[in-house]
Structures are given as structure tokens and as C-alpha cells.
């Protein structure tokens, strides 16, 4: 049996913990997402409600009332850099 993938580590003391991955089971959805006002460019940093959509959203910049693209469930997913949670879980 041949075992070419990993050698041995001789020197061991000069061992270091290497970051390993870990396996992730589920990240947990993204709860905050910056949004970008389409009219006038203000974006905003905004939390989403994690089992509801967020329909209409009112720029903090220039008081525009936003409404999702048509096929998007909220404003999240028309806007902002993340879609909203109940797009992430699927
Ligand atoms: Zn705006």
C-alpha cells in the first residue's frame, strides 16, 4: 500500500494548528442587507424580517417609496446585496 498523499511531520515542534474547514451544516440566512435606492443612489444598511417580506421600503434618502421588481417577492431582493431570508432557506 502505497501512501503518497500526505507525509509524515517529523519536526514537531514546529507543529502549527492549521485552520481547518469545518463542515457547515446550514448557514444561518443573512438577516441585514444593504440596500440601494434606485432613484437617487442612497444606500442604507437594513434588517429583514426573517419570515416576511418586506414589500415596500422608504428611501432614508430622498423619501422614495420602493416596490419590488415584478417576479421579486420584496424590496430585498429587487435592491439590496442579499436576497431576503425565506429566498435564502430556498
Ligand atoms: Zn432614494
Do not use: W
Amino acid at each position: 500500500m502505497t501512501s503518497l498523499t500526505y507525509p509524515e511531520v517529523h519536526s514537531v515542534g514546529s507543529l502549527k494548528a492549521m485552520p481547518r474547514t469545518l463542515p457547515q451544516p446550514t448557514p444561518p440566512p443573512v438577516t441585514e442587507a444593504t440596500i440601494r435606492c434606485p432613484q437617487c443612489g442612497h444606500q442604507a444598511l437594513e434588517r429583514m424580517p426573517e419570515n416576511a417580506c418586506l414589500y415596500f421600503y422608504l428611501c432614508t434618502g430622498c423619501g422614495e417609496r420602493l416596490k419590488p421588481k415584478p417576479g421579486d417577492c420584496c424590496v430585498f431582493c429587487s435592491y439590496a446585496d442579499a436576497l431576503c431570508p425565506p429566498k435564502q432557506a430556498g
